[in-house]
Protein backbone atom coordinates (compact mmCIF):
# COMPACT_ATOMS: atom_id res chain seq x y z
CA UNK A 1 0.00 0.00 0.00
CA UNK A 2 1.40 3.15 -1.14
CA UNK A 3 1.20 6.41 0.85
CA UNK A 4 -1.39 7.88 -1.27
CA UNK A 5 -3.70 5.11 -0.80
CA UNK A 6 -2.77 5.43 3.43
CA UNK A 7 -4.10 8.92 2.97
CA UNK A 8 -7.00 7.65 1.46
CA UNK A 9 -8.14 5.70 4.02
CA UNK A 10 -7.48 7.92 6.99
CA UNK A 11 -8.49 11.27 5.50
CA UNK A 12 -6.76 13.04 2.77
CA UNK A 13 -7.56 16.56 3.83
CA UNK A 14 -8.92 16.26 7.82
CA UNK A 15 -8.74 18.10 10.65
CA UNK A 16 -5.19 17.35 10.85
CA UNK A 17 -4.29 18.69 7.62
CA UNK A 18 -6.65 21.49 7.82
CA UNK A 19 -4.55 22.24 11.27
CA UNK A 20 -0.97 22.02 9.25
CA UNK A 21 -2.43 24.09 6.60
CA UNK A 22 -2.75 26.54 9.35
CA UNK A 23 1.09 26.55 10.52
CA UNK A 24 2.08 26.64 7.10
CA UNK A 25 -0.43 29.77 5.87
CA UNK A 26 0.77 31.98 8.79
CA UNK A 27 4.12 32.15 8.10
CA UNK A 28 3.34 32.88 4.12
CA UNK A 29 1.97 36.40 5.69
CA UNK A 30 5.68 37.54 7.33
CA UNK A 31 7.12 36.22 3.75
CA UNK A 32 5.46 38.42 1.98
CA UNK A 33 6.22 41.36 4.08
CA UNK A 34 10.12 40.46 3.51
CA UNK A 35 9.58 40.07 0.41
CA UNK A 36 8.32 43.86 -0.61
CA UNK A 37 9.44 45.78 2.23
CA UNK A 38 11.97 47.30 0.04
CA UNK A 39 8.64 48.99 -1.90
CA UNK A 40 8.54 51.28 1.26
CA UNK A 41 12.45 51.13 3.23
CA UNK A 42 13.83 51.64 0.21
CA UNK A 43 11.90 54.16 -1.09
CA UNK A 44 13.38 57.42 -2.67
CA UNK A 45 11.84 60.80 -2.04
CA UNK A 46 11.65 64.22 -3.80
CA UNK A 47 15.29 65.29 -2.65
CA UNK A 48 17.88 68.32 -3.28
CA UNK A 49 21.46 69.11 -2.26
CA UNK A 50 22.16 71.73 0.49
CA UNK A 51 25.60 73.46 -0.09
CA UNK A 52 27.68 73.58 2.88
CA UNK A 53 28.57 77.98 2.09
CA UNK A 54 26.56 80.64 3.46
CA UNK A 55 24.16 82.27 1.22
CA UNK A 56 21.77 85.05 1.79
CA UNK A 57 19.68 83.75 -1.25
CA UNK A 58 19.37 80.17 0.07
CA UNK A 59 15.67 79.29 1.56
CA UNK A 60 15.74 77.59 4.98
CA UNK A 61 13.55 75.42 3.70
CA UNK A 62 14.18 73.75 -0.17
CA UNK A 63 11.28 73.85 -2.71
CA UNK A 64 10.72 69.97 -3.29
CA UNK A 65 7.73 70.59 -5.41
CA UNK A 66 9.61 71.09 -8.45
CA UNK A 67 10.36 67.83 -8.97
CA UNK A 68 7.97 66.01 -10.13
CA UNK A 69 9.20 62.56 -10.82
CA UNK A 70 7.27 60.07 -8.13
CA UNK A 71 10.12 58.32 -7.12
CA UNK A 72 12.02 61.74 -6.34
CA UNK A 73 14.61 61.45 -9.19
CA UNK A 74 14.94 63.78 -11.90
CA UNK A 75 17.60 65.56 -13.65
CA UNK A 76 16.81 68.89 -11.41
CA UNK A 77 17.43 66.51 -8.53
CA UNK A 78 20.37 65.54 -9.17
CA UNK A 79 21.56 68.93 -10.20
CA UNK A 80 23.82 70.23 -7.89
CA UNK A 81 25.03 73.94 -7.15
CA UNK A 82 28.72 73.37 -7.66
CA UNK A 83 29.04 77.59 -5.59
CA UNK A 84 26.48 80.43 -4.64
CA UNK A 85 26.84 81.68 -8.31
CA UNK A 86 26.53 78.76 -10.05
CA UNK A 87 30.29 78.74 -11.36
CA UNK A 88 32.05 76.16 -11.34
CA UNK A 89 35.12 75.55 -9.69
CA UNK A 90 37.52 72.55 -9.63
CA UNK A 91 39.90 73.47 -7.02
CA UNK A 92 38.20 72.93 -3.86
CA UNK A 93 38.85 69.40 -4.50
CA UNK A 94 35.42 68.15 -5.17
CA UNK A 95 33.97 66.38 -8.26
CA UNK A 96 31.98 68.80 -10.73
CA UNK A 97 28.54 68.02 -9.78
CA UNK A 98 29.12 66.18 -6.28
CA UNK A 99 26.68 67.38 -3.35
CA UNK A 100 29.71 68.64 -1.72
CA UNK A 101 26.91 70.00 1.39
CA UNK A 102 24.12 67.41 2.45
CA UNK A 103 21.08 65.96 0.64
CA UNK A 104 17.80 66.96 1.79
CA UNK A 105 14.59 65.26 1.51
CA UNK A 106 10.80 65.90 1.00
CA UNK A 107 9.02 64.30 4.33
CA UNK A 108 5.88 64.71 3.04
CA UNK A 109 5.68 60.63 2.44
CA UNK A 110 8.25 59.04 4.30
CA UNK A 111 9.96 59.90 7.70
CA UNK A 112 13.05 57.84 7.27
CA UNK A 113 14.29 55.21 4.35
CA UNK A 114 17.68 53.44 4.30
CA UNK A 115 17.85 56.33 1.17
CA UNK A 116 17.64 59.12 3.58
CA UNK A 117 19.85 58.23 5.90
CA UNK A 118 22.34 56.97 3.41
CA UNK A 119 22.01 58.84 0.86
CA UNK A 120 21.44 56.32 -1.69
CA UNK A 121 20.46 58.69 -4.64
CA UNK A 122 21.55 59.97 -7.90
CA UNK A 123 25.31 58.62 -7.92
CA UNK A 124 24.81 56.42 -5.42
CA UNK A 125 21.58 55.33 -6.44
CA UNK A 126 22.71 51.78 -7.99
CA UNK A 127 23.93 50.68 -4.84
CA UNK A 128 19.72 50.78 -3.26
CA UNK A 129 18.97 48.97 -6.36
CA UNK A 130 21.53 46.62 -6.11
CA UNK A 131 20.84 45.80 -2.17
CA UNK A 132 17.21 44.30 -3.64
CA UNK A 133 19.15 42.19 -6.26
CA UNK A 134 21.68 40.89 -3.46
CA UNK A 135 18.45 40.03 -1.49
CA UNK A 136 16.85 38.39 -4.26
CA UNK A 137 20.56 36.25 -4.60
CA UNK A 138 20.15 35.44 -1.27
CA UNK A 139 16.58 33.62 -1.79
CA UNK A 140 18.83 31.68 -4.89
CA UNK A 141 21.24 30.36 -2.45
CA UNK A 142 18.64 29.28 0.36
CA UNK A 143 16.93 27.35 -2.50
CA UNK A 144 20.13 25.31 -3.41
CA UNK A 145 21.29 24.99 0.22
CA UNK A 146 17.72 24.43 1.76
CA UNK A 147 16.66 22.25 -0.88
CA UNK A 148 19.32 19.31 -0.38
CA UNK A 149 19.45 19.74 3.44
CA UNK A 150 15.28 19.07 3.83
CA UNK A 151 15.89 16.38 1.21
CA UNK A 152 18.64 14.69 4.34
CA UNK A 153 17.77 16.03 7.34
CA UNK A 154 13.68 16.71 6.81
CA UNK A 155 11.57 19.16 6.13
CA UNK A 156 10.32 20.32 9.38
CA UNK A 157 13.79 20.65 11.05
CA UNK A 158 14.60 23.04 7.98
CA UNK A 159 11.68 24.89 8.98
CA UNK A 160 12.15 25.60 12.07
CA UNK A 161 15.76 26.77 11.31
CA UNK A 162 15.05 29.53 8.52
CA UNK A 163 11.66 30.32 10.78
CA UNK A 164 14.54 31.12 13.92
CA UNK A 165 17.02 33.02 10.99
CA UNK A 166 14.71 34.93 9.71
CA UNK A 167 13.34 36.76 12.77
CA UNK A 168 16.96 36.57 14.06
CA UNK A 169 18.52 38.20 11.40
CA UNK A 170 15.17 40.42 10.02
CA UNK A 171 15.77 42.21 13.74
CA UNK A 172 18.75 42.53 13.31
CA UNK A 173 18.67 44.67 10.00
CA UNK A 174 16.22 47.13 12.07
CA UNK A 175 20.00 47.85 13.73
CA UNK A 176 22.58 47.82 10.92
CA UNK A 177 24.91 50.30 11.54
CA UNK A 178 25.42 51.17 7.67
CA UNK A 179 24.27 50.04 4.15
CA UNK A 180 27.11 46.65 3.56
CA UNK A 181 25.61 45.51 7.10
CA UNK A 182 22.04 46.32 6.61
CA UNK A 183 22.70 44.18 2.56
CA UNK A 184 24.24 41.39 4.53
CA UNK A 185 21.81 40.81 6.63
CA UNK A 186 18.76 40.94 4.49
CA UNK A 187 20.82 38.25 2.49
CA UNK A 188 20.81 36.00 4.71
CA UNK A 189 16.81 36.62 5.77
CA UNK A 190 16.47 35.93 1.81
CA UNK A 191 18.19 32.70 2.28
CA UNK A 192 15.78 31.64 4.99
CA UNK A 193 12.62 32.97 3.06
CA UNK A 194 13.35 30.35 0.61
CA UNK A 195 13.85 27.29 3.20
CA UNK A 196 10.57 28.05 4.81
CA UNK A 197 8.50 28.65 1.71
CA UNK A 198 9.70 25.42 -0.46
CA UNK A 199 9.30 23.29 2.63
CA UNK A 200 6.53 24.19 4.17
CA UNK A 201 4.50 24.21 1.01
CA UNK A 202 6.27 20.03 0.56
CA UNK A 203 5.14 19.47 3.94
CA UNK A 204 1.87 20.19 3.13
CA UNK A 205 1.77 18.38 -0.30
CA UNK A 206 3.24 15.14 1.53
CA UNK A 207 0.60 14.66 3.95
CA UNK A 208 -2.55 15.65 1.57
CA UNK A 209 -4.36 13.77 -0.23
CA UNK A 210 -4.01 13.82 -4.16
CA UNK A 211 -7.58 15.30 -5.00
CA UNK A 212 -7.07 18.37 -2.74
CA UNK A 213 -2.82 18.75 -3.43
CA UNK A 214 -3.63 21.87 -5.55
CA UNK A 215 -6.35 23.93 -4.16
CA UNK A 216 -4.49 23.61 -0.92
CA UNK A 217 -1.22 25.02 -2.75
CA UNK A 218 -3.65 27.89 -3.79
CA UNK A 219 -4.51 28.58 0.24
CA UNK A 220 -1.05 29.37 0.87
CA UNK A 221 -0.60 31.43 -2.00
CA UNK A 222 -3.94 33.64 -0.45
CA UNK A 223 -2.21 34.15 2.52
CA UNK A 224 1.08 35.84 0.21
CA UNK A 225 -1.62 37.99 -0.90
CA UNK A 226 -3.20 38.90 2.52
CA UNK A 227 0.51 39.94 3.67
CA UNK A 228 0.68 41.74 0.61
CA UNK A 229 -2.38 43.73 1.14
CA UNK A 230 -1.22 43.85 5.00
CA UNK A 231 1.95 45.43 4.17
CA UNK A 232 0.24 48.74 2.58
CA UNK A 233 -1.79 49.01 5.81
CA UNK A 234 1.79 48.70 7.69
CA UNK A 235 3.76 50.64 6.62
CA UNK A 236 1.11 53.59 5.94
CA UNK A 237 1.19 53.50 9.88
CA UNK A 238 4.85 52.93 10.52
CA UNK A 239 7.07 55.81 8.68
CA UNK A 240 10.30 54.87 9.90
CA UNK A 241 12.50 51.90 8.00
CA UNK A 242 13.89 51.18 11.17
CA UNK A 243 10.74 50.74 13.37
CA UNK A 244 8.89 49.08 10.18
CA UNK A 245 11.76 46.51 9.77
CA UNK A 246 11.11 45.69 13.52
CA UNK A 247 7.61 45.27 12.96
CA UNK A 248 8.05 42.77 10.43
CA UNK A 249 10.61 40.52 11.78
CA UNK A 250 10.07 40.56 15.77
CA UNK A 251 6.72 38.92 15.43
CA UNK A 252 8.44 35.83 13.90
CA UNK A 253 9.75 34.85 17.31
CA UNK A 254 6.39 33.96 18.47
CA UNK A 255 7.03 31.27 15.88
CA UNK A 256 8.76 29.28 18.47
CA UNK A 257 5.59 27.46 19.29
CA UNK A 258 6.08 25.43 15.94
CA UNK A 259 8.68 23.30 17.98
CA UNK A 260 5.29 21.55 19.38
CA UNK A 261 2.51 21.44 16.99
CA UNK A 262 4.85 21.44 13.76
CA UNK A 263 4.26 17.41 12.42
CA UNK A 264 7.17 15.75 10.57
CA UNK A 265 6.31 14.36 7.44
CA UNK A 266 5.64 10.84 7.71
CA UNK A 267 6.36 10.15 3.87
CA UNK A 268 9.55 11.53 4.37
CA UNK A 269 10.27 9.07 7.27
CA UNK A 270 9.18 6.49 5.09
CA UNK A 271 11.67 7.55 2.62
CA UNK A 272 13.93 6.97 4.83
CA UNK A 273 14.18 3.85 6.49
CA UNK A 274 11.60 5.16 9.47
CA UNK A 275 8.61 3.50 9.08
CA UNK A 276 7.84 2.94 13.14
CA UNK A 277 7.98 6.93 13.47
CA UNK A 278 6.02 7.34 10.30
CA UNK A 279 3.68 5.28 11.52
CA UNK A 280 3.22 7.05 14.74
CA UNK A 281 2.64 9.86 13.16
CA UNK A 282 -0.40 8.31 10.89
CA UNK A 283 -2.03 6.64 13.99
CA UNK A 284 -2.36 10.60 14.98
CA UNK A 285 -3.23 12.00 11.62
CA UNK A 286 -6.05 9.21 11.35
CA UNK A 287 -6.83 9.91 15.60
CA UNK A 288 -7.63 14.07 14.54
CA UNK A 289 -9.74 12.75 11.45
CA UNK A 290 -11.79 10.76 13.26
CA UNK A 291 -10.58 7.46 11.12
CA UNK A 292 -8.24 6.23 14.29
CA UNK A 293 -6.15 2.95 13.74
CA UNK A 294 -4.50 1.20 16.09
CA UNK A 295 -1.35 -1.30 15.89
CA UNK A 296 -3.30 -4.39 14.45
CA UNK A 297 -4.68 -2.43 12.03
CA UNK A 298 -4.74 -4.26 8.70
CA UNK A 299 -3.05 -0.92 7.58
CA UNK A 300 0.33 -1.55 9.79
CA UNK A 301 3.28 -3.82 8.06
CA UNK A 302 3.57 -6.86 9.60
CA UNK A 303 7.07 -6.33 10.58
CA UNK A 304 6.05 -2.98 13.04
CA UNK A 305 2.65 -5.18 14.21
CA UNK A 306 5.28 -7.33 15.82
CA UNK A 307 7.45 -5.27 17.48
CA UNK A 308 10.64 -5.32 14.80
CA UNK A 309 11.70 -2.83 12.23
CA UNK A 310 11.74 -3.37 8.53
CA UNK A 311 15.10 -3.62 6.44
CA UNK A 312 16.40 -0.69 4.69
CA UNK A 313 14.89 -0.71 1.21
CA UNK A 314 17.17 -0.62 -1.67
CA UNK A 315 17.65 2.78 -2.94
CA UNK A 316 17.17 3.21 -7.07
CA UNK A 317 20.15 4.39 -8.64
CA UNK A 318 18.90 8.01 -10.77
CA UNK A 319 20.23 7.45 -14.20
CA UNK A 320 19.52 10.50 -15.78
CA UNK A 321 21.30 14.09 -15.44
CA UNK A 322 20.51 17.62 -16.58
CA UNK A 323 22.16 17.16 -20.07
CA UNK A 324 19.59 14.80 -20.62
CA UNK A 325 17.37 18.28 -20.60
CA UNK A 326 18.79 19.34 -23.62
CA UNK A 327 20.38 16.28 -25.17
CA UNK A 328 17.68 15.45 -27.61
CA UNK A 329 15.49 18.02 -30.06
CA UNK A 330 12.10 18.15 -28.44
CA UNK A 331 13.11 17.73 -25.03
CA UNK A 332 16.22 20.69 -25.66
CA UNK A 333 13.00 23.37 -27.30
CA UNK A 334 10.41 22.75 -24.68
CA UNK A 335 13.32 22.48 -21.65
CA UNK A 336 14.75 26.06 -23.00
CA UNK A 337 11.02 27.68 -23.38
CA UNK A 338 9.86 26.39 -19.97
CA UNK A 339 13.41 28.30 -18.76
CA UNK A 340 12.36 31.07 -20.18
CA UNK A 341 8.92 31.47 -19.09
CA UNK A 342 10.13 30.66 -15.28
CA UNK A 343 12.81 33.33 -15.43
CA UNK A 344 10.52 36.43 -17.29
CA UNK A 345 7.68 35.56 -15.04
CA UNK A 346 9.64 36.07 -11.82
CA UNK A 347 11.22 38.86 -13.46
CA UNK A 348 8.42 40.65 -14.37
CA UNK A 349 6.35 39.88 -11.10
CA UNK A 350 9.06 41.42 -9.07
CA UNK A 351 9.80 44.42 -11.49
CA UNK A 352 6.34 45.49 -10.92
CA UNK A 353 5.82 44.59 -7.52
CA UNK A 354 9.15 46.49 -6.07
CA UNK A 355 9.00 49.90 -8.46
CA UNK A 356 5.15 50.90 -7.82
CA UNK A 357 6.45 54.22 -7.18
CA UNK A 358 6.98 54.62 -10.69
CA UNK A 359 3.16 54.77 -11.96
CA UNK A 360 2.50 58.30 -9.90
CA UNK A 361 -0.19 57.13 -7.74
CA UNK A 362 0.11 57.15 -3.91
CA UNK A 363 2.54 54.28 -2.92
CA UNK A 364 0.33 53.24 -0.38
CA UNK A 365 -3.38 52.63 -2.40
CA UNK A 366 -0.71 51.30 -5.31
CA UNK A 367 0.46 48.76 -2.97
CA UNK A 368 -2.88 48.00 -1.72
CA UNK A 369 -4.61 47.56 -5.50
CA UNK A 370 -1.35 45.28 -6.22
CA UNK A 371 -2.05 43.31 -3.64
CA UNK A 372 -6.03 42.96 -4.28
CA UNK A 373 -5.72 41.91 -7.58
CA UNK A 374 -3.51 38.37 -6.73
CA UNK A 375 -6.47 37.18 -5.30
CA UNK A 376 -8.69 37.14 -8.49
CA UNK A 377 -5.56 36.46 -10.62
CA UNK A 378 -5.46 32.91 -7.98
CA UNK A 379 -8.74 31.80 -8.50
CA UNK A 380 -8.76 32.48 -12.27
CA UNK A 381 -6.16 29.99 -12.48
CA UNK A 382 -8.62 27.21 -10.99
CA UNK A 383 -11.16 27.47 -13.74
CA UNK A 384 -8.62 27.91 -16.72
CA UNK A 385 -6.00 25.06 -15.79
CA UNK A 386 -8.31 22.30 -16.45
CA UNK A 387 -9.23 23.81 -19.25
CA UNK A 388 -6.01 24.41 -21.01
CA UNK A 389 -2.38 24.84 -19.68
CA UNK A 390 -1.02 25.61 -22.81
CA UNK A 391 -3.88 28.44 -23.90
CA UNK A 392 -3.91 29.83 -20.31
CA UNK A 393 -0.19 30.84 -20.06
CA UNK A 394 -0.15 32.03 -23.38
CA UNK A 395 -3.39 34.31 -22.68
CA UNK A 396 -2.27 35.28 -19.73
CA UNK A 397 1.34 36.27 -20.73
CA UNK A 398 -0.07 38.40 -23.65
CA UNK A 399 -2.42 40.03 -21.19
CA UNK A 400 0.56 40.84 -18.65
CA UNK A 401 3.28 41.96 -21.74
CA UNK A 402 0.75 44.02 -23.32
CA UNK A 403 -0.87 46.21 -20.29
CA UNK A 404 3.25 47.17 -19.15
CA UNK A 405 3.79 47.38 -22.95
CA UNK A 406 0.53 50.31 -23.40
CA UNK A 407 1.66 51.94 -20.01
CA UNK A 408 5.17 53.47 -22.13
CA UNK A 409 2.52 55.79 -24.15
CA UNK A 410 0.21 57.15 -21.48
CA UNK A 411 2.17 60.79 -19.99
CA UNK A 412 2.87 60.53 -16.69
CA UNK A 413 0.60 62.96 -15.82
CA UNK A 414 -2.29 60.56 -16.02
CA UNK A 415 -1.20 58.21 -13.04
CA UNK A 416 -4.36 57.02 -12.48
CA UNK A 417 -4.73 55.55 -16.22
CA UNK A 418 -1.01 54.18 -15.91
CA UNK A 419 -1.67 52.46 -12.28
CA UNK A 420 -4.66 50.61 -14.02
CA UNK A 421 -2.53 49.25 -17.03
CA UNK A 422 -0.04 48.70 -14.59
CA UNK A 423 -2.61 46.20 -12.39
CA UNK A 424 -3.81 44.78 -15.74
CA UNK A 425 -0.70 43.44 -16.10
CA UNK A 426 0.59 42.22 -12.77
CA UNK A 427 -3.03 40.49 -12.90
CA UNK A 428 -2.02 38.45 -15.99
CA UNK A 429 2.01 37.87 -14.70
CA UNK A 430 0.12 36.59 -11.28
CA UNK A 431 -2.08 34.20 -12.98
CA UNK A 432 0.67 33.33 -15.11
CA UNK A 433 3.32 32.62 -12.53
CA UNK A 434 0.16 30.20 -11.07
CA UNK A 435 0.21 28.03 -14.15
CA UNK A 436 3.90 28.25 -15.14
CA UNK A 437 4.66 25.39 -11.96
CA UNK A 438 1.82 23.34 -12.79
CA UNK A 439 2.73 23.78 -16.77
CA UNK A 440 6.33 22.97 -16.68
CA UNK A 441 6.02 19.49 -14.47
CA UNK A 442 4.50 18.01 -16.92
CA UNK A 443 6.36 19.42 -19.77
CA UNK A 444 9.33 17.91 -18.10
CA UNK A 445 9.14 13.75 -18.15
CA UNK A 446 9.46 11.73 -14.81
CA UNK A 447 12.81 10.62 -14.92
CA UNK A 448 14.21 14.38 -15.51
CA UNK A 449 11.08 16.14 -13.93
CA UNK A 450 13.33 17.05 -10.84
CA UNK A 451 16.39 18.30 -12.98
CA UNK A 452 13.99 20.10 -15.22
CA UNK A 453 11.97 21.68 -12.08
CA UNK A 454 15.54 22.56 -10.40
CA UNK A 455 17.14 24.41 -13.38
CA UNK A 456 13.54 26.19 -13.94
CA UNK A 457 13.93 27.34 -10.41
CA UNK A 458 17.53 28.95 -10.93
CA UNK A 459 16.30 30.47 -13.79
CA UNK A 460 13.28 32.32 -11.91
CA UNK A 461 15.79 33.41 -9.07
CA UNK A 462 17.97 34.64 -12.07
CA UNK A 463 14.86 36.89 -13.13
CA UNK A 464 14.23 37.87 -9.22
CA UNK A 465 17.86 39.05 -9.04
CA UNK A 466 17.93 41.13 -12.17
CA UNK A 467 14.30 42.50 -11.27
CA UNK A 468 15.69 45.41 -8.83
CA UNK A 469 18.71 45.86 -11.16
CA UNK A 470 16.16 46.76 -14.95
CA UNK A 471 15.33 49.98 -13.06
CA UNK A 472 18.86 51.40 -13.46
CA UNK A 473 17.89 51.41 -17.34
CA UNK A 474 15.73 54.34 -16.22
CA UNK A 475 19.33 56.24 -17.19
CA UNK A 476 18.89 55.23 -20.72
CA UNK A 477 15.21 55.90 -21.23
CA UNK A 478 12.35 56.38 -18.54
CA UNK A 479 10.58 53.89 -20.77
CA UNK A 480 13.29 51.44 -20.85
CA UNK A 481 11.71 49.21 -17.81
CA UNK A 482 8.36 48.89 -18.83
CA UNK A 483 9.24 48.42 -22.18
CA UNK A 484 11.16 45.04 -21.21
CA UNK A 485 8.42 44.25 -19.14
CA UNK A 486 5.76 44.17 -22.15
CA UNK A 487 8.40 42.33 -24.83
CA UNK A 488 9.64 39.86 -22.52
CA UNK A 489 6.23 38.52 -22.00
CA UNK A 490 4.97 38.67 -25.08
CA UNK A 491 7.90 37.18 -26.87
CA UNK A 492 6.95 34.12 -23.76
CA UNK A 493 3.65 33.96 -25.53
CA UNK A 494 4.36 33.39 -28.51
CA UNK A 495 6.96 30.50 -26.81
CA UNK A 496 4.08 29.24 -25.47
CA UNK A 497 2.42 27.91 -29.34
CA UNK A 498 5.76 25.67 -29.36
CA UNK A 499 4.68 23.79 -26.04
CA UNK A 500 2.71 20.61 -25.55
CA UNK A 501 -1.02 20.32 -23.94
CA UNK A 502 -0.54 18.38 -21.05
CA UNK A 503 -4.01 19.04 -19.69
CA UNK A 504 -6.04 15.98 -19.23
CA UNK A 505 -2.86 14.09 -21.27
CA UNK A 506 -1.10 11.49 -20.26
CA UNK A 507 1.89 12.46 -18.30
CA UNK A 508 5.41 11.66 -20.39
CA UNK A 509 7.83 9.17 -17.97
CA UNK A 510 10.52 9.00 -20.67
CA UNK A 511 11.98 11.28 -23.06
CA UNK A 512 11.10 8.96 -25.63
CA UNK A 513 7.44 9.61 -24.69
CA UNK A 514 8.32 13.06 -25.32
CA UNK A 515 10.23 12.43 -28.50
CA UNK A 516 6.90 11.17 -30.08
CA UNK A 517 6.85 7.55 -29.37
CA UNK A 518 5.11 4.87 -26.69
CA UNK A 519 2.98 7.53 -24.76
CA UNK A 520 0.77 5.79 -21.97
CA UNK A 521 -2.63 6.57 -21.68
CA UNK A 522 -2.94 7.64 -17.99
CA UNK A 523 -4.85 10.85 -17.23
CA UNK A 524 -3.48 11.96 -14.52
CA UNK A 525 -2.90 15.51 -13.32
CA UNK A 526 0.13 17.09 -12.35
CA UNK A 527 -0.22 16.62 -8.87
CA UNK A 528 -2.03 13.85 -8.76
CA UNK A 529 1.49 11.69 -10.46
CA UNK A 530 4.61 13.63 -9.25
CA UNK A 531 3.63 13.19 -5.84
CA UNK A 532 2.71 9.97 -5.85
CA UNK A 533 5.38 7.43 -4.20
CA UNK A 534 4.70 5.38 -7.33
CA UNK A 535 6.94 7.44 -9.30
CA UNK A 536 10.57 7.39 -9.70
CA UNK A 537 12.73 7.96 -6.43
CA UNK A 538 15.40 10.29 -6.78
CA UNK A 539 19.04 9.41 -5.05
CA UNK A 540 17.58 10.32 -1.24
CA UNK A 541 14.98 7.80 -1.81
CA UNK A 542 12.41 11.34 -2.08
CA UNK A 543 9.28 10.99 -4.76
CA UNK A 544 9.64 14.71 -7.18
CA UNK A 545 6.91 15.99 -5.05
CA UNK A 546 9.38 17.29 -3.21
CA UNK A 547 10.81 19.26 -6.26
CA UNK A 548 7.20 20.60 -8.14
CA UNK A 549 6.30 23.98 -7.07
CA UNK A 550 9.08 24.83 -4.85
CA UNK A 551 10.13 28.41 -5.85
CA UNK A 552 6.19 30.04 -6.45
CA UNK A 553 7.19 33.19 -4.98
Known sequence: MNFDEILGLIGGFGKFQKTLYVWICLPQIFLAFHMLISVFTGAVPPHLCRPTWPSTGMPATLNFSLLTQPDGQSELSCTVPLNHSDAVTLGDGHPPGSCQGHWEYS??????????????????????????????????????????????????????????????????????????????????????????????????????????????????????????????????????????????????????????????????????????????????????????????????????????????????????????LVRTPKMRKQSLIVFYLWFVNVLVYYGLSLNISDFGMNIYLTQLIFGLVEMPARTITLFTLNRSRKISQLAFLAVGGTACLLTIFIPSELSVIRTVLAMIGKFGITASLSIIYVYSAEVFPTVIRQNGIGLSSMCARTGGVLAPMMYLLRSISPQAPMLLCGLCPLLGSALTLLLPETANRPLPDTIEDIEGTNLRSDTSTCFERVSSPKVKKNSSGMSHASDVCLFFY
Not at 166 to 172: E, I, R, S, T, Y
Not at 227 to 249: K, M, N
Open 107 to 324: NNTFKSTIVTEWDLVCDNASLNNMGSSIYMFGLLVGAVLFGSLADKYGRRIIILINLATQAVFGVGAAFAPNFYMYTALRFIVGTSISGVIMNAFVLGTEWTGPKQRMLAGIITDYFFGFGYILLAGLAYLIRDWRQLQLAISAPGFLFVFYIWVLPKSARWLMANDREEEAWELIRKAAQMNGKPITKDHELYPVQLQQGYKTEGKTKVKETHSCID
